[in-house]
């Protein structure tokens, strides 16, 4: 069974195509650009090197229509026809409290994508929009949607109330609904197989640092908790997002520095974060780097950064009463030593008892604590597709 995985952007598309018989990646590639000058296609068959091509890419179904061209190439494809491929696996941002699981798509489940539309204004027209590219090139083809806010509706209601007059939720869905689910829930399960454990007897804390990051509290397999929000601005510190801030920064900055709301949230967005405290990047490596040969701000930045992940360790400990695991994925949290061991030195009251040794790995899994650490902590590299892949395979089961 072959399954196409499509993570849809407003102006970009990533897209792997699985045979799910091993679960391998037989092909994968981004589409760039979709309506700006210098749009493009990068195509990598497993094993060849990456062919990029530029060309007019003025929409979404013109860059479907070239992943789809793409796959089905006489020299880098990996389709001798469309009859191969069994169906399409989305990456949704936002389902709200309408999805807990991944769902076949209809024009039901469309319909309430959309009616979630203002609770993620820069994701999910996006994602809707690759999805209705898809339907229009692929009609025939079944599509699942898969969420990022799914896994976290487990949470309690006390973990995700803010208190705030109860009737916003009531009328308008306020409420923490946390992202980055797919990579919390791959993790997790990952942690319980390398450690031997049954999902349901461990409490681990998941930490997605990368770009965009947010650490999860995961009680027997299930979220308790999430440091991201109503919106993906909240919880630890960011390439440019802000993180936790006090609320009232938004009327304070708005009102000195003249700024409609739509420009300080811009600000807290794009221009904030690792980039707005160093002033010299939102990229870990620059940070690291700059840091390296003193500079102070950026030195600041990576110290705010892992003194939030520390404290939503702590936090997370206590809300579940306990901890097994602590796992460190994406980008920084695969490939940063220093930000891994700076983020556990001090923990060890704990019981979180970091290798020196082997906290030197980068991109792979391992256990990189002790022997003797009560806490184990892992690195996971993060799997979103598989997951989207393997949901896709099992509704159409
Ligand atoms: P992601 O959003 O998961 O793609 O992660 C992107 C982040 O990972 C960026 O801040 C990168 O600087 C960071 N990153 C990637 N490779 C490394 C590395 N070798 N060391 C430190 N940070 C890295």
């Given at each position: 069974m072959k399954i196409l995985v499509i993570n849809c952007g407003s102006s970009s598309l990533k897209y792997q195509l699985f045979?799910?018989?091993?679960?391998?990646?037989?092909a994968k590639g981004l589409v760039e650009r979709i309506g700006i000058d210098g749009s493009r296609i990068k195509h990598t068959k497993t094993g060849m090197d990456a062919i990029t091509t530029e060309t007019p890419i003025p929409d979404h179904k013109a860059g479907i229509k070239l992943v789809i061209d793409s796959l089905l190439d006489?020299?880098?494809?990996?389709?001798?026809?469309?009859?191969e491929l069994s169906a399409v696996g989305h990456r949704v941002v936002h389902a709200g409290e309408k999805f807990a699981t991944s769902v076949k798509l209809d024009d039901k489940v469309m319909a309430a994508l959309k009616d979630c539309i203002p609770l993620a204004p820069l994701h999910n027209p996006a994602n809707i929009m690759g999805i209705d590219a898809v339907i229009d090139v692929l009609p025939r083809i079944p599509q699942v949607g898969v969420f990022d806010t799914a896994f976290h509706q487990t949470m309690p209601k006390v973990a995700f109330t803010?208190?705030?007059?109860y009737g916003y939720y009531e009328k308008y869905g306020v409420r923490r609904y946390g992202f980055h689910g797919t990579s919390h829930y791959y993790v997790s399960r990952r942690v319980a197989d390398m450690l031997g454990?049954?999902?349901?007897?461990l409490k681990i804390i998941t930490c997605h640092l990368g770009n965009g990051s947010s650490i999860t509290a995961v009680d027997g397999g299930r979220?308790?908790?999430?440091?991201?929000?109503?919106?993906?601005?909240?919880?630890v510190t960011m390439g440019t997002r802000c993180g936790d801030?006090?609320?009232?920064l938004v009327p304070f900055i708005s009102k000195t520095e003249n700024l409609s709301i739509g420009e300080v949230d811009s600000l807290l967005n794009k221009k904030s974060g690792l980039l707005g405290i160093?002033?010299?990047?939102?990229d870990m490596r620059d940070i690291e780097e700059a840091a390296g040969r003193g500079d102070e701000r950026s030195r600041l930045a990576l110290q705010v950064l892992v003194y939030g992940i520390k404290k939503y360790i702590g936090a997370y400990a206590a809300a579940m009463g306990g901890l097994d695991a602590v796992a460190f994925t994406a980008g920084v949290g695969e490939n940063s030593a220093t930000v891994r061991s700076m983020a556990c030195e001090?923990?060890?009251?704990?019981g979180m008892e970091l290798d020196g040794e082997k906290n030197k790995v980068r991109s792979e899994e391992a256990v990189?604590?002790?022997?003797?650490?009560?806490v184990k902590i892992l690195v996971v590299p993060t799997n979103e597709e598989l997951v989207i892949a393997r949901d896709t395979k099992r509704l159409l089961d």
């Open positions: 045979d799910m018989d091993k679960e391998h990646v037989l006489k020299s880098h494809g990996v389709l001798a026809s469309l009859d803010y208190a705030i007059p454990s049954p999902i349901e007897k979220s308790v908790d999430t440091s991201m929000g109503f919106t993906p601005l909240a919880g801030i006090d609320p009232a160093s002033g010299v990047s939102s001090g923990l060890e009251f704990l990189i604590s002790t022997d003797s650490s009560k």
